[in-house]
């Protein structure tokens, strides 16, 4: 876990290490948790309360930027564990929290039955008495830690950032795409990737909110893949032009996946070499990002047929 005003991230183990975190914030003795990992993350969320001398019942938040499964799979069954807390959701999304079937049903069809249980495992109800709706502009006194919640469309429509004046940070769920660790170079900006995977990507939306946030003047960009970032400006306006590039290539190559794969392969190998800017590192990106490059294009995909239509 690293520690920043507060702030500490914790690895939900959500398919290897350094892919998907949750976000533990401590205020005067009690915690919130954004972004939360699937049913199997939380004993690893228990142990970040441990470690810091809380409890489950020191525990009043809980929070998703969105009802995706690595965001929000283990909500369920945490608000079981947590008996004092709520569920903090954007208001498209509550409803598959009080009922997850139908989220549970696109994720299969997404991933297939075998992939879905080995991933996600369970994932439980939410009483609706438990659940507080976050629209843009909410404001959630946490223990006297005021948190703003701003409507991030783009990645989905059911997407709110956290806005932390506290820790000068913003957690973004997946508005910001991913910045793995693996990728980063010590001591640079951060290399920042963005994410088209299905259902609901917009471009124009993704670019917007983007935008959004940053009037904020954010210091920190605590991603859910994976951890805090530097907000940089040259980064994100990169980040912002991956996203154009995106939509660009998905028109190019009529929606056809293969191609769509290919050409972000290229896409992202040309951006990372950018990046790197003659520093070598051993790793091949078309094999590290496989999956990621897999559901990027299906996202495109959906996203070109949705414009024909």
């Not at 309360?49 to 799979?73: E, M």
């Not at 996600?120 to 976050?134: D, L, N, Q, S, T």
């Not at 960009?221 to 660009?248: N, R």
Request: charged share 25%; net charge negative.
């Amino acid at each position: 876990m690293k520690e920043s005003t507060g702030v500490y991230t914790v690895d939900t183990g959500y398919l290897r290490e350094g892919f998907a975190a949750s976000h533990m914030v401590v205020e005067n003795g009690k915690a919130a948790f954004i972004d939360v990992g699937t049913t199997r993350s939380a004993d690893r969320l228990l142990a970040a309360l441990a470690d810091r001398g809380l409890t489950a019942t020191d525990v009043l938040y809980v929070i998703v930027t969105h009802i995706h499964l690595d965001h929000a799979g283990g909500a369920g069954k945490l608000m079981e564990m947590f008996p004092r807390a709520r569920l903090v959701v954007h208001p498209k999304g509550a409803r598959h929290m009080v009922n997850p079937e139908k989220l549970m049903e696109a994720a299969v069809e997404v991933y297939g039955q075998k992939k879905f249980d080995s991933l996600y495992g369970e994932v439980r109800p939410i009483a609706k008495e438990r659940i507080i709706e976050a629209g843009d502009g909410f404001q959630l006194d946490f223990n006297g830690r005021q948190l703003l919640f701003i409507d991030t469309p783009g990645h989905a429509r059911h997407h709110f950032c956290v806005w932390d004046e506290k820790s000068g940070g913003v957690f973004t769920g997946d508005a910001f795409g991913l910045a793995y660790p693996q990728l980063q170079l010590e001591g640079k900006r951060p290399f920042l990737i963005c994410t088209t995977s299905p259902s609901a990507f917009e471009a124009e939306a993704m670019v917007a909110s983007i935008e959004r946030v940053m009037e904020m003047k954010p210091e920190t960009l605590y991603l859910t893949h994976f951890g805090p970032v530097a907000a940089d400006a040259q980064s994100v306006e990169c980040l912002k032009k991956l996203v154009v590039d995106h939509a660009a290539l998905a028109r190019d190559k009529g929606g056809d996946s293969s191609l769509i794969i290919e050409g972000l392969t290229e896409l992202l190998q040309s951006a990372y070499a950018t990046y790197l800017d003659g520093v070598e590192r051993d790793i091949d990106l078309a094999t590290f990002l496989r999956d990621d490059l897999v559901l990027n294009a299906q996202g495109l995909a959906i996203w070109f047929a949705r414009q024909k239509s």
